[in-house]
C-alpha cells in the first residue's frame, strides 16, 4: 500500500480554525490547529511531498519513505523554510526539488533549502529559469511601453517602481550547493512504482484562446520580450484509478493543463490542488472553467479543488452553484495536509 502526503508549507493565508475534514467529511485532508497558529502565510506557494510504503496500517510509525519531493519553494520572506521547521521536517534526505516555473513566490527559498543538503539533489525546471523577468507594478503602463525595450532603457521604470525584476537563476551558486538542474521542455518521470506514477509536465499546449495572455515580460536576445512561462509545470500523480493533478501557478490555464493530462492519461481526474491563476479574471473566464470541469469525466462523478495562491475567491464563490454536478471547492490553509492512501 502506497502513502502520499502533500505538506502545504507555503501559501497566501493561514486558517487556524478550518475544519474541512470535520464539516465536510473528507478524510484524506487535515490540519494541526497548534502548527497553523504558529505558521507565517506570503504570497508564494511552496509544497513537501512524501511518499511512503504502508509497512503496518495500524502502526503509522512503521512507513518507510520511498521519496521525499519539494515542489516550489515559497517567496522570499522564507515561510516555506519557518512552517517546515515548525513541523520539524528534515530537508537532508530530499530527492528530488521540482519548480513549477522560475517567479519568486515560487522559488524564494531555493538557495536556502540547497544550504541544508547533505547530498546532490536533481532540480526539475525549464530553461526559461535563465531568462531575467520583468513585472509590472502599475495599471496604467501598456505592453507597447516594454515590449522591444533593451535593459537600459527600462532603467527609469525600475528606478521609478513601475516595474520589478527577477534576476535568473544562480546556476554556479546552485552547483555549488549540489544542485543538479535540469533543464527539460518535456514531461519528467519522478517515480513509477506499482500503483504510483510521478510526472513533472512538460511545456503545456495552450489551445484554449481565453487562457491566452500577454502581460508578462522577459529579456531574450537582449530585449525584452512578452513572456508565456513556458516553464509552467505541475506535478502529475497517476495512481491505478485517477489522477491527482498539482499544480504552482497554472500559468497555462487549467482547462489547457487538463487538456494535456489527457494526453499522457485516459484516467480522471479526482483532486485538484494549488494555485490555477484566475485571481483577475473576469467571470465568465470563470465560468467557462467550471463548465469545462462540469463536463470532463470525473473520477467517481466528483472532483475536489482546492485552489490557493494566484486562485482568486470569486472563483470559490461561483463554484458553488456547480456543487450539484460534483464539483466541490475549498479554500486551504498553510499547514494543510493532504493523505491519498491507495
Known amino acids: 500500500m502506497i502513502r502520499v502526503e502533500i505538506n502545504v508549507l507555503t501559501n497566501n493565508i493561514v486558517l487556524p480554525f478550518q475544519n474541512i475534514r470535520e464539516n465536510h467529511f473528507l478524510d484524506f485532508i487535515e490540519l494541526n490547529k497548534l502548527f497553523a497558529s504558529k505558521s507565517l502565510a506570503e504570497h508564494g506557494l511552496g509544497f513537501l511531498i512524501n511518499i511512503y510504503d504502508v509497512i503496518d496500517s495500524d502502526n503509522p510509525g512503521s512507513d518507510k519513505l520511498l521519496k521525499k519531493i519539494v515542489f516550489d519553494t515559497g517567496g522570499v520572506n522564507l515561510t516555506y523554510l519557518h512552517n517546515l521547521d515548525l513541523r520539524g521536517y528534515p530537508l537532508y534526505d530530499v530527492d528530488y526539488i521540482v519548480l513549477s516555473h522560475w517567479h519568486y513566490d515560487h522559488t524564494g527559498g531555493l538557495i536556502k533549502i540547497l544550504e541544508r543538503m547533505d547530498k546532490k539533489v536533481p532540480i526539475i525546471c525549464h530553461?526559461?529559469?535563465?531568462?531575467?523577468?520583468?513585472?509590472?507594478?502599475?495599471r496604467n503602463l501598456k505592453n507597447e511601453d516594454l515590449a522591444g525595450k533593451k535593459r537600459t532603457e527600462l532603467l527609469p521604470l525600475l528606478s521609478s517602481l513601475k516595474i520589478v525584476n527577477q534576476?535568473?537563476?544562480?546556476?554556479?551558486?546552485?552547483?555549488?550547493?549540489?544542485?543538479?538542474?535540469?533543464?527539460?521542455?518535456?514531461?519528467?518521470?519522478?517515480?513509477?512504482?506499482?500503483?504510483?506514477?510521478?510526472?513533472?509536465?512538460?511545456?503545456?499546449?495552450?489551445?484554449?484562446?481565453?487562457?491566452?495572455?500577454?502581460?508578462?515580460?522577459?529579456?531574450?536576445?537582449?530585449?525584452?520580450?512578452?513572456?508565456?512561462?513556458?516553464?509552467?509545470?505541475?506535478?502529475?500523480?497517476?495512481?491505478?484509478?485517477?489522477?491527482?493533478?498539482?499544480?504552482?501557478?497554472?500559468?497555462?490555464?487549467?482547462?489547457?493543463?487538463?487538456?494535456?493530462?489527457?494526453?499522457?492519461?485516459?484516467?480522471?481526474?479526482?483532486?485538484?490542488?494549488?494555485?490555477?491563476?484566475?485571481?483577475?479574471?473576469?467571470?465568465?473566464?470563470?465560468?467557462?472553467?467550471?463548465?469545462?470541469?462540469?463536463?470532463?469525466?470525473?473520477?467517481?462523478?466528483?472532483?475536489?479543488?482546492?485552489?490557493?495562491?494566484?486562485?482568486?475567491?470569486?472563483?470559490?464563490?461561483?463554484?458553488?452553484?456547480?456543487?450539484?454536478?460534483?464539483?466541490y471547492c475549498f479554500d486551504v490553509s498553510v499547514g494543510t495536509k493532504f493523505n491519498f492512501l491507495y
Open 127 to 138: 530553461e526559461s529559469a535563465m531568462f531575467e523577468r520583468f513585472f509590472k507594478r502599475v
Open 167 to 327: 534576476e535568473p537563476i544562480n546556476l554556479d551558486l546552485v552547483k555549488k550547493l549540489k544542485g543538479e538542474i535540469h533543464f527539460t521542455k518535456d514531461s519528467y518521470e519522478i517515480l513509477n512504482i506499482k500503483g504510483l506514477k510521478i510526472l513533472a509536465s512538460g511545456e503545456i499546449p495552450r489551445n484554449h484562446i481565453e487562457e491566452d495572455f500577454n502581460n508578462f515580460f522577459s529579456l531574450q536576445e537582449g530585449i525584452l520580450k512578452i513572456d508565456k512561462i513556458l516553464d509552467d509545470k505541475c506535478l502529475i500523480l497517476e495512481f491505478e484509478e485517477n489522477i491527482v493533478l498539482l499544480n504552482g501557478c497554472c500559468h497555462s490555464g487549467l482547462m489547457n493543463t487538463l487538456d494535456y493530462i489527457k494526453t499522457i492519461t485516459d484516467k480522471s481526474v479526482s483532486h485538484i490542488i494549488g494555485g490555477i491563476h484566475l485571481a483577475r479574471a473576469t467571470d465568465q473566464r470563470i465560468l467557462n472553467t467550471l463548465d469545462y470541469l462540469d463536463k470532463m469525466e470525473k473520477y467517481r462523478n466528483e472532483v475536489f479543488v482546492f485552489p490557493m495562491h494566484c486562485s482568486g475567491e470569486k472563483f470559490r464563490q461561483l463554484a458553488k452553484d456547480y456543487e450539484s454536478a460534483g464539483i
